[in-house]
C-alpha cells in the first residue's frame, strides 16, 4: 500500500446520497486505476485513468463519474448511491512505466442503505 | 473478452498441509499472469509469472506457469494460519499504454491451527 492513500476508510449512505471518494499517490505514475470488490466476485475494474486529464471506463462504470485534475489525485465520485453499490472500493497506482503490477491502496468500505 | 477462472474458490486445510491453488485464463495476447494475496484489506503483489514452466519461489510459496495448457499454480507447502488469505489471480491487457488488470474471483483458503 505504500505510496497510495484512500478516504475515507469507511462510509455509510443513504439511498440517493452523493459521495467521493478520494484517493492520492506518491508514485508519481501517470496511470491510476479503481476497482470495486464484492464477496465472491474478485476485482472489477470500474474506471482508469491514463494521464493527468483522462479517464475511461473499464468494466463496471455505469453509476460513477471520475476526475483526474493533477497526476496525483484520482476521485471517484457517486452521484445517487445505490444499494447495489454497497462494496469495499480500492485505488490502484502501477509501481513503474510499463509494468504489470498494481500497488493497491487501503480501500473506502461503503455501505448504502 | 479475456477471461480468468480460479479453482477452488474456497479451501480448509490443517496447519502443515501443502496446498495447490489454480488459475485458467483465456486472453488474446498474453503477456504475464500476476498472483496476489489477500488478507482483511488490499491485495498485495506475490509474482509475476511470463515464462512457461519456469518457476517463481518465495520462502514456502511458489508458483508456475503452462502456456501451452493457459494455466498456473499456486502452491503453498507446510501451511501456517498465517496463510489465511484471499488468493487472487490476474491477467494484464493492454488499454492504450496501460495495462488494465482481469481478476479472477479469488480463492478463500483457510488455514485452521
Known amino acids: 500500500n505504500a505510496g497510495v492513500t484512500q478516504t475515507p476508510k469507511f462510509q455509510v449512505l443513504k439511498t440517493g446520497q452523493s459521495m467521493t471518494l478520494q484517493c492520492a499517490q506518491d508514485?508519481?505514475?501517470?496511470?491510476m486505476y479503481w476497482y470495486r470488490q464484492d464477496p465472491g466476485m474478485g476485482l472489477r475494474l470500474i474506471y482508469y485513468?491514463?494521464?493527468?486529464?483522462?479517464?475511461d471506463k473499464g468494466e463496471v462504470p455505469n453509476g460513477y463519474n471520475v476526475s483526474r485534475l493533477n497526476k496525483r489525485e484520482f476521485s471517484l465520485r457517486l452521484e445517487s448511491a445505490a444499494p447495489s453499490q454497497t462494496s469495499v472500493y480500492f485505488c490502484?497506482?502501477?509501481?513503474?512505466?510499463?509494468?504489470?503490477?498494481?500497488?493497491f491502496g487501503p480501500g473506502t468500505r461503503l455501505t448504502v442503505t | 473478452e479475456d477471461k480468468v477462472v480460479q479453482s477452488p474458490l474456497s479451501l480448509v486445510v490443517h496447519e502443515g498441509d501443502t496446498v495447490t491453488l489454480n488459475c485458467s485464463y483465456e486472453?488474446?495476447?498474453?503477456?504475464?499472469l500476476l498472483w496476489y494475496k489477500q488478507e482483511k484489506k488490499a491485495p498485495t503483489f506475490l509474482f509475476m509469472l511470463?515464462?512457461?514452466?519456469i518457476e517463481k519461489k518465495s520462502g514456502r510459496l511458489s508458483s508456475i506457469l503452462d502456456k501451452k495448457e493457459l494455466f498456473s499454480i499456486l502452491n503453498i507447502t507446510a501451511t501456517q494460519t498465517g496463510d489465511s488469505a484471499v488468493y487472487l489471480c490476474?491477467?494484464?491487457?493492454?488499454?492504450?499504454?496501460?495495462?488494465?488488470?482481469?481478476f479472477g474471483k479469488g480463492t478463500l483458503l483457510t488455514v485452521n491451527p
Open positions: 508514485m508519481n505514475h501517470n496511470s
Open positions: 490502484a497506482v502501477p509501481p513503474g512505466t510499463g509494468v504489470y503490477e498494481q500497488y
Open positions: 485513468s491514463a494521464s493527468e486529464g483522462t479517464t
Open positions: 511470463t515464462s512457461s514452466g
Open positions: 490476474a491477467v494484464p491487457h493492454s488499454g492504450g499504454s496501460n495495462y488494465k488488470l482481469t
Open positions: 486472453v488474446t495476447n498474453f503477456r504475464s
